[in-house]
């Protein structure tokens, strides 16, 4: 069954350092989409992304954050300086209609320390 | 805004029915999922239900909605230990992006 694969699997960084976290999407999918998770929150949305473009993000998805599909393959999320507080789970998705009616498929996800 | 909200945690025995309650505010809301998280795994779907749709089968779940109420439930039957998970409701939001709203995961624990 086709994955969504996340890279790497856990991150260590300190603050104000920039990470990329990267994503490789099924590849016959066209919507692209970010989610985090702080231990013991919510799973949140941060941002998606189609035809080369953000549609939509959300209040968290800021100037430090970025993403960019550099190939036909991967799809990164930067964090310019990272803060404290952006320790979490991210989880990237990708999925071939929105809205996801089929539902998401979704990575196991980086989980990123800032220390 | 948007919102979903669920209890945090059940407990029930091998064999059981296990009740899942989720609670939405987004009235537009076309989808309602069930997702399943494994430790150390991503996201996997379980289900979804249209939100014209009342009930859902698929094998041991059973998704209920009721739109009136913004109430989303999801039953398993014959509980096994391998369902042991944190289990999500989410809402696609109205924005139609492809934006999920999830709740903050039950946490199902089942006892042999």
């Known amino acids: 069954e086709p994955e969504v694969t996340q890279t790497p699997s856990h991150q260590v960084t300190q603050m104000g350092q920039e990470v990329i976290l990267r994503c490789v999407p099924i590849?016959?999918?066209?919507?692209f989409y970010w989610y985090r998770q702080i231990l013991g929150q919510k799973v949140e949305f941060l941002v998606s992304?189609?035809?080369?473009?953000?549609?939509?993000k959300s209040e968290i998805f800021d100037d430090q954050f970025s993403v960019e599909r550099p190939d036909g393959s991967n799809f990164t999320l930067k964090i310019r300086s990272t803060k404290l507080e952006d320790s979490a789970m991210y989880f990237c998705?990708?999925?071939?209609?929105?809205?996801?009616?089929?539902?998401?498929?979704f990575g196991s996800g980086t989980r990123l320390t800032v220390v | 805004g948007e919102d979903v909200e669920q209890s945090l945690f059940l407990s029930v025995r091998e064999g059981d029915s296990s009740v899942i309650n989720c609670t939405y505010t987004d009235s537009s809301s076309t989808y309602l999922y069930w997702y399943k998280q494994e430790p150390g795994a991503g996201l996997q779907l379980l289900t979804y239900i249209f939100s014209n749709m009342d009930m859902k089968q698929d094998q041991r779940l059973t998704v209920l909605l009721n739109k009136k109420d913004k109430h989303l439930s999801l039953r398993i039957a014959d509980t096994q230990t391998g369902d042991s998970a944190i289990y999500f409701c989410?809402?696609?939001?109205?924005?139609?992006?492809?934006?999920?709203?999830f709740g903050q995961g039950t946490t199902l624990q089942v006892k042999p």
């Open positions: 590849s016959n999918h066209l919507y």
């Open positions: 989410a809402e696609s939001s109205s924005s139609n992006t492809g934006k999920l709203i």
């Open positions: 992304f189609y035809n080369n473009e953000i549609s939509e």
């Open positions: 998705a990708s999925s071939e209609y929105p809205p996801a009616n089929y539902g998401y498929t």
